[in-house]
């Protein structure tokens, strides 16, 4: 299909998400079983969880409780295509290495487990047998167990991931990096410093009372288009929502609610943003900064003036500390580099602060737009200090919001998948299983793929995942691992991980969430954790996609049996017997959050885990809620300020509204317009003015870093779009070739993927 380019400016939500249901049903194969199939998506008990976002499912569930990238997320696992040991036949690994991520996963689900065949080049069937036990011969006979990393995306259930975690520590490794150290570690750093959790601190009953909300960086309307709902009843009830982000999001501009018949047939929809700042790429924490400097003013002037302090001094008093300190900086801020900084404009800052007083109940959040930079810790500390100048934390209707990415990654961490031995509850395992969980840290992503680099990791095992395409620095990466000894890939599609691939390598095709898991004792269930720390029970409805199959507590089980040495005290054929037993052992080794697991996970609308800071309580370092003083306000200190010239751009790599991660549903991104290709660079028309590049022209993409590597992607297009001068943005993961491995989080170590210097060369005129 031609590429076609037309502003979108219809509403997100309407007929459109109605009719790209439709579409993605009838190209899976899966139009009566699927939509038959998403009539149980986040239903409890009976249904399933959706296997997209991580956002809250209300309770009780609303007749029909999906999206539509929810509904594209379950047509993909419930799809009727299958990629089978034929065709894996026909063609070989260097063939397959050529094609689009789409096509790779547009073959279908995996259907039997498969092992690389050097002679031919070729995935060839074996039996599970034989696959498990050469698996776990390789991982024995490795000379140290940091040699291998336990990988996991954040898909998995509470009870898969605490198995692995458990083969992983047992084995003798913390080596465990998960998609969280590419995506919200940034906030498991930030979070506990300034206020004690590691996680956010909101409900939907907060969202249900909360009377201004402020969005940073996340782009709702394609991410987890169900928090849409939540928006549009806060809107209802007149709350301002300010949003600040680069790209103008038409999602996060107005929203049709495809569950109400009215508005479907009027075409009415609702505005989301009342306000909308263009911040300029990386420029939070100076937007943030200034939006408190105004805050400080104004509750001088009404001071002064004998008025109700704008600051809330009894919860600064009782419940902070570091707040002079913090005011200090604030106060010593100039505006004109506040202004600078930020790309904003002094009156918007204080405009924003203006109405952000105005809330006696405001909720903060964000996505990656603060998480995936240098320095994503400062940013999100700096948002949570403008929430306690005004104590909207631990009260009903206030408090921060990661909006986490995949559906159970908040969860993994809880039941131990984290490379931090700080945060293994050691003892605890020792007690139960009778083994000394290893003193040393495990790999971050960041760390793994140095080691994958340096030779140091000799086996690399994922938990689903696509590792190889949503890391940094892609081009340099690639080639080293085929100097792996053994890499094993647990999926249900294939990608371009099991084709980038070590000497030995396996594919173990799994069930995925949607589908009955039939185990000794019946049915099982198995449970998740979302984005405010809600833990329920779910069940899946649809009939295996095929007979080879087996659950992700089967497959780690049995790798473990082949891996381990036996012992009673870890009985992995009674825990795939019943799941009620994983649960069992996971309340033993986490008791404050688990206790009677097994009943609370069936309680309507499941249960919440402990989190001190709601309450006001807070398990700092202090025993207060910390204000951090920001370290800095520069945006990216990889490119020195003195040396930055005007042709370097800063690009952020953003996701589409047709794919998840490195899943591409299709080649349309309906809200910025663009249709049948996913080769293009955003960027604003004076910039393309400045380095004379004209719309439609095709530009190869560099990084302009000095490190003696050369990284480049290419061609795309050049699009004109609402976006500040000297930002632009294009697609992820096409564009990981472009970030280089060390430019991450300083502390938090998560690829700083959405500012990226890079330079631009035109390689093919418009016509
Ligand atoms: N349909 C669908 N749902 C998904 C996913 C998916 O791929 N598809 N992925 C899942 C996962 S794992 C995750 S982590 C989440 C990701 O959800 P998001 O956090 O929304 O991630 P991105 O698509 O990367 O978009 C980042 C947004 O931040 C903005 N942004 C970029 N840089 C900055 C900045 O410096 N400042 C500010 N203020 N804004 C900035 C971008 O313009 C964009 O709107 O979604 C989850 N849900
Ligand atoms: N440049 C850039 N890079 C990024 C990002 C960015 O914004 N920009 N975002 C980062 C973020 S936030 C994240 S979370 C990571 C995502 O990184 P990953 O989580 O590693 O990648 P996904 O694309 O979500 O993985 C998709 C694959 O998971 C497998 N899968 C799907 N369902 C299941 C299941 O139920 N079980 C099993 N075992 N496997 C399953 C399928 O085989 C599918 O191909 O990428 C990161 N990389
Ligand atoms: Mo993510």
């Given at each position: 299909?031609?590429?076609?380019?037309?502003?979108?400016?219809?509403?997100?939500?309407?007929?459109?998400?109605?009719?790209?249901?439709?579409?993605?049903?009838?190209?899976?194969?899966?139009?009566?079983?699927?939509?038959v199939?998403?009539?149980?998506q986040?239903?409890?008990?009976?249904?399933?969880?959706?296997?997209?976002c991580?956002?809250?499912k209300?309770?009780?569930?609303?007749?029909?409780?999906?999206?539509?990238?929810?509904a594209?997320?379950?047509?993909?696992?419930?799809?009727?295509l299958?990629?089978t040991?034929?065709?894996f036949?026909a063609?070989?690994?260097?063939?397959?290495?050529n094609?689009?991520?789409?096509?790779?996963?547009?073959?279908?689900?995996?259907?039997?487990?498969?092992?690389?065949?050097?002679?031919?080049?070729?995935?060839?069937?074996?039996?599970w047998?034989?696959?498990?036990?050469?698996?776990?011969?390789?991982?024995?006979?490795?000379?140290?167990?940091?040699?291998?990393?336990?990988y996991?995306?954040?898909r998995a259930?509470?009870?898969?991931?605490?198995?692995?975690?458990?083969?992983?520590?047992?084995?003798?490794t913390?080596?465990?990096?998960?998609?969280?150290?590419?995506?919200?570690?940034?906030?498991?750093?930030?979070l506990?410093?300034s206020?004690?959790v590691?996680?956010?601190?909101?409900t939907?009953?907060?969202f249900?009372k909360?009377?201004c909300?402020?969005?940073?960086?996340?782009n709702?309307?394609s991410n987890?288009?169900?928090?849409?709902?939540?928006?549009?009843?806060?809107r209802?009830?007149?709350?301002?929502i300010?949003?600040?982000?680069?790209?103008r999001?038409?999602?996060?501009?107005r929203?049709?609610?495809?569950?109400?018949?009215?508005?479907?047939?009027?075409?009415?929809?609702?505005v989301?943003?009342?306000?909308?700042?263009q911040?300029?790429i990386?420029?939070?924490?100076?937007?943030?900064?200034?939006?408190c400097?105004?805050?400080l003013?104004?509750?001088?002037?009404?001071?002064?003036?004998?008025?109700?302090?704008?600051?809330?001094?009894?919860?600064?008093?009782?419940h902070?500390?570091?707040?002079?300190?913090?005011?200090?900086?604030?106060?010593?801020?100039?505006?004109?580099?506040?202004?600078?900084?930020?790309?904003?404009?002094?009156?918007?800052m204080?405009?924003?602060?203006?109405?952000?007083?105005?809330?006696?109940?405001?909720?903060a959040?964000?996505?990656m737009?603060?998480?995936q930079?240098?320095h994503?810790?400062?940013?999100?500390?700096?948002?949570?200090?403008?929430?306690l100048?005004?104590?909207?934390?631990g009260?009903?209707?206030?408090?921060?919001?990661?909006?986490?990415?995949?559906?159970?990654?908040?969860?993994?961490?809880t039941?131990g998948?984290?490379?931090?031995?700080?945060?293994v509850?050691?003892?605890?395992?020792?007690?139960?299983?009778?083994f000394?969980?290893?003193?040393?840290?495990?790999?971050?992503t960041?760390?793994?793929c140095?080691?994958?680099?340096?030779?140091?990791?000799?086996?690399?095992?994922?938990?689903g995942?696509?590792?190889?395409r949503?890391?940094?620095?892609?081009?340099?990466?690639?080639?080293?691992?085929?100097?792996?000894?053994?890499?094993?890939?647990?999926?249900?599609?294939?990608n371009?991980?099991?084709?980038?691939?070590?000497?030995?390598?396996?594919?173990l095709?799994?069930?995925?969430?949607?589908?009955?898991?039939?185990?000794?004792?019946?049915?099982?269930?198995?449970?998740t954790?979302?984005?405010?720390?809600?833990?329920?029970?779910?069940?899946?409805?649809?009939?295996p996609?095929?007979s080879?199959?087996?659950?992700?507590?089967?497959?780690?089980?049995?790798l473990?049996?082949?891996?381990?040495?036996?012992?009673?005290?870890?009985?992995?054929?009674?825990?795939?017997?019943?799941?009620?037993?994983?649960?069992?052992?996971?309340?033993?080794?986490?008791?404050?959050?688990?206790?009677?697991?097994?009943?609370?996970m069936?309680?309507?609308?499941?249960?919440?885990?402990?989190?001190?800071a709601?309450?006001?309580?807070?398990?700092t370092?202090?025993?207060?809620?910390?204000?951090?003083?920001?370290?800095?306000?520069?945006?990216?200190?990889?490119?020195?300020?003195?040396?930055?010239?005007?042709?370097?751009l800063?690009?952020?790599?953003?996701?589409?509204?047709?794919?998840?991660n490195?899943?591409?549903y299709?080649?349309?991104?309906?809200?910025?317009?663009?249709?049948?290709?996913?080769?293009?660079?955003?960027?604003?028309?004076?910039?393309?003015?400045?380095?004379?590049?004209?719309?439609?022209?095709q530009?190869?993409?560099?990084t302009?870093?000095?490190?003696?590597?050369?990284?480049?992607?290419?061609?795309?297009?050049?699009?004109?779009?609402?976006?500040?001068e000297?930002?632009?943005?294009?697609?992820?993961?096409?564009?990981?070739?472009?970030?280089?491995l060390?430019?991450h989080?300083?502390?938090?170590?998560?690829?700083?993927?959405?500012?990226?210097p890079?330079?631009?060369?035109?390689?093919?005129?418009t016509?």
């Amino acid at each position: 299909m031609k590429p076609r380019f037309k502003p979108y400016r219809g509403p997100s939500g309407g007929w459109g998400s109605a009719n790209a249901v439709g579409t993605i049903l009838l190209r899976e194969r899966a139009p009566l079983t699927g939509a038959v199939t998403l009539l149980k998506q986040n239903r409890p008990i009976d249904g399933f969880a959706c296997v997209s976002c991580a956002w809250a499912k209300p309770h009780p569930s609303k007749p029909l409780a999906f999206c539509e990238n929810g509904a594209k997320a379950t047509a993909w696992e419930t799809t009727s295509l299958r990629c089978t040991p034929e065709f894996f036949a026909a063609h070989a690994l260097s063939e397959l290495r050529n094609w689009s991520d789409y096509q790779l996963e547009q073959q279908g689900r995996l259907t039997h487990p498969m092992r690389w065949d050097a002679t031919s080049d070729r995935y060839l069937p074996v039996t599970w047998e034989e696959a498990i036990a050469e698996i776990g011969a390789e991982l024995k006979r490795l000379d140290a167990p940091d040699q291998a990393v336990f990988y996991a995306s954040g898909r998995a259930s509470l009870e898969a991931s605490y198995l692995w975690q458990l083969l992983a520590r047992r084995f003798g490794t913390n080596n465990l990096p998960d998609s969280s150290n590419m995506c919200h570690e940034t906030t498991s750093v930030a979070l506990p410093e300034s206020i004690g959790v590691p996680v956010g601190t909101v409900t939907l009953n907060d969202f249900a009372k909360t009377d201004c909300l402020l969005i940073f960086g996340h782009n709702t309307s394609s991410n987890s288009p169900r928090m849409l709902h939540d928006l549009e009843a806060a809107r209802q009830r007149g709350a301002p929502i300010i949003t600040f982000n680069p790209l103008r999001e038409r999602g996060l501009e107005r929203f049709t609610n495809p569950q109400s018949p009215k508005q479907m047939l009027t075409g009415e929809s609702q505005v989301v943003s009342t306000h909308y700042h263009q911040v300029t790429i990386g420029g939070d924490a100076a937007a943030i900064a200034g939006i408190c400097k105004a805050l400080l003013t104004m509750d001088d002037a009404a001071r002064e003036a004998g008025q109700d302090r704008v600051l809330d001094i009894a919860f600064i008093e009782q419940h902070t500390q570091g707040f002079e300190a913090f005011e200090h900086v604030i106060r010593s801020y100039a505006w004109s580099m506040l202004e600078r900084r930020s790309g904003l404009s002094r009156s918007a800052m204080e405009g924003a602060a203006r109405i952000y007083a105005s809330g006696q109940r405001v909720i903060a959040i964000y996505g990656m737009g603060l998480t995936q930079h240098r320095h994503g810790v400062t940013s999100i500390q700096m948002l949570v200090n403008l929430l306690l100048m005004r104590g909207n934390l631990g009260k009903e209707g206030a408090g921060i919001c990661p909006v986490r990415g995949h559906s159970n990654v908040q969860g993994q961490r809880t039941v131990g998948i984290t490379e931090k031995v700080t945060q293994v509850p050691v003892e605890r395992l020792r007690e139960q299983f009778d083994f000394t969980v290893s003193e040393h840290d495990g790999t971050t992503t960041v760390d793994a793929c140095e080691g994958v680099l340096s030779g140091k990791i000799k086996a690399f095992l994922a938990l689903g995942g696509n590792f190889v395409r949503a890391t940094p620095d892609s081009h340099r990466l690639e080639p080293a691992w085929s100097e792996l000894r053994l890499t094993v890939q647990i999926a249900t599609k294939l990608n371009r991980s099991a084709l980038v691939h070590g000497e030995k390598a396996y594919i173990l095709p799994c069930l995925g969430r949607t589908e009955m898991d039939t185990q000794a004792s019946g049915l099982q269930y198995h449970t998740t954790e979302d984005s405010t720390a809600c833990i329920r029970a779910w069940q899946g409805v649809v009939k295996p996609a095929g007979s080879h199959l087996r659950s992700e507590p089967a497959i780690i089980a049995a790798l473990a049996k082949a891996t381990l040495p036996a012992s009673p005290l870890m009985d992995w054929d009674a825990w795939v017997a019943d799941y009620g037993l994983i649960r069992d052992a996971i309340a033993t080794t986490y008791p404050e959050t688990f206790h009677d697991f097994n009943t609370r996970m069936l309680e309507p609308g499941g249960f919440h885990r402990p989190l001190p800071a709601t309450k006001r309580e807070w398990s700092t370092d202090s025993g207060k809620a910390n204000f951090t003083r920001p370290e800095t306000l520069a945006i990216n200190d990889d490119v020195e300020p003195t040396t930055e010239r005007r042709d370097v751009l800063n690009l952020m790599t953003v996701r589409s509204n047709d794919q998840f991660n490195t899943t591409v549903y299709g080649y349309d991104d309906r809200f910025r317009g663009v249709y049948g290709t996913r080769s293009v660079i955003f960027m604003h028309c004076n910039d393309m003015a400045r380095l004379g590049l004209k719309e439609g022209d095709q530009v190869q993409v560099s990084t302009a870093v000095d490190d003696g590597v050369q990284r480049s992607v290419g061609p795309l297009r050049v699009t004109p779009h609402d976006i500040p001068e000297g930002c632009c943005a294009a697609y992820y993961p096409e564009c990981n070739p472009l970030v280089p491995l060390w430019h991450h989080e300083k502390k938090a170590k998560v690829p700083a993927a959405k500012s990226i210097p890079i330079t631009l060369r035109r390689v093919i005129a418009t016509a």
